[in-house]
């Protein structure tokens, strides 16, 4: 045999045309993956890219230790904050976390981002004091405490509770000392008949109770919702749609509303704002309730 011959073998084995010279590279689909990521691994390093998130991936960096009820935001984005978002000490020793983060992840759809007990105000934070924070829960379980700042500097506290919250004010009167520029959120767990329920508590400064409630509504689209649904959950009963009128919250992104529930029995309710007019449909993602009656006790 020929070495022309040969080499002609040679080059139908690799998948070469003879007529053409070297083989052929192999087409894209053919061949071996630099690296089998996925759909999850590639949305990793998508948020990864993006340092202005607060919501991300653990798989991005590790955070410190914090407890579960903390925002677990890794530690190497809050590089460079005057006061980063750590673990501290309450009055009474017990761990919550507190300090500045990064700004928040934009929400698409409207949504309660607060919900407190009406109070007059002002209500500022002094420095070089004690600051509580109290619900309407007769319960006794623990509740979790959120409060984000509304604009810049980007304030968070979070804590878990049983009694009403008190802590130093070192931080907080330095970056947001504004009650008004804080979303406040208090959430636990509920069980009823079975289910169970994640629900919100209004919260206030102080000790007191008031049965009308601010809600505090975060939405990138411009809204004007006009109607309130309350439905109550448990115990059942007939659902209510009631008119509201919204006015503006503490940044341009936010809107305010207030209800009155002095004439609901206590329980818990299922809380949606509408915008009604003709051909709009636009409403809040639903918020669960819980109401409870406390007097002026607190």
Not at 74 to 87: N, R
Not at 153 to 159: K, Q, V, Y
Not at 192 to 213: A, E, F, H, K, M
Not at 271 to 286: H, I, M, R, S, Y
């Amino acid at each position: 045999m020929s070495q022309r011959s040969e080499r002609y073998k040679l080059a139908l084995a690799a998948g070469a045309s003879p007529s053409r010279g070297p083989a052929a590279r192999p087409a894209w689909a053919d061949r071996s993956p630099l690296r089998q990521r996925g759909f999850i691994g590639w949305s990793v390093s998508v948020l990864c890219a993006f340092a202005g998130f607060t919501i991300l991936l653990p798989a991005c960096a590790s955070a410190q230790s914090r407890p579960s009820f903390c925002d677990q935001i890794p530690d190497s984005m809050l590089t460079g904050l005057q006061a980063p978002y750590e673990v501290r000490a309450d009055n009474a020793g017990k761990p919550y976390c507190e300090g500045l983060l990064v700004k928040p992840i934009a929400l698409v759809a409207p949504r309660v981002v607060s919900v407190k007990q009406a109070q007059p105000g002002p209500n500022l934070f002094p420095r070089n004091a004690t600051a509580t924070l109290s619900w309407c829960d007769n319960s006794g379980m623990a509740v979790h405490l959120s409060l984000r700042s509304t604009v810049v500097p980007f304030f968070g506290l979070d804590a878990m509770e049983q009694d009403p919250f008190t802590w130093s004010t070192d931080v907080i009167a330095i970056w947001q000392p504004d009650w008004s520029r804080l979303s406040a959120l208090a959430t636990r767990t509920d069980t009823q008949q079975g289910q169970t329920y994640t629900v919100s508590i209004p919260l206030r400064v102080g000790p007191g109770y008031d049965n009308s409630y601010a809600f505090l509504i975060h939405s990138q689209l411009p809204t004007s919702f006009n109607k309130a649904l309350i439905e109550p959950v448990s115990p059942a009963g007939p659902p209510q749609l009631v008119d509201i009128v919204m006015s503006g919250g503490p940044s341009r992104d936010t809107s305010a509303v207030s209800l009155t529930f002095a004439d609901y029995a206590a329980g818990i309710y299922r809380v949606t704002f509408e915008q009604t007019a003709a051909g709009a449909g636009l409403t809040t993602q639903p918020i669960l309730l819980l109401h409870q009656d406390c007097g002026t006790h607190g």
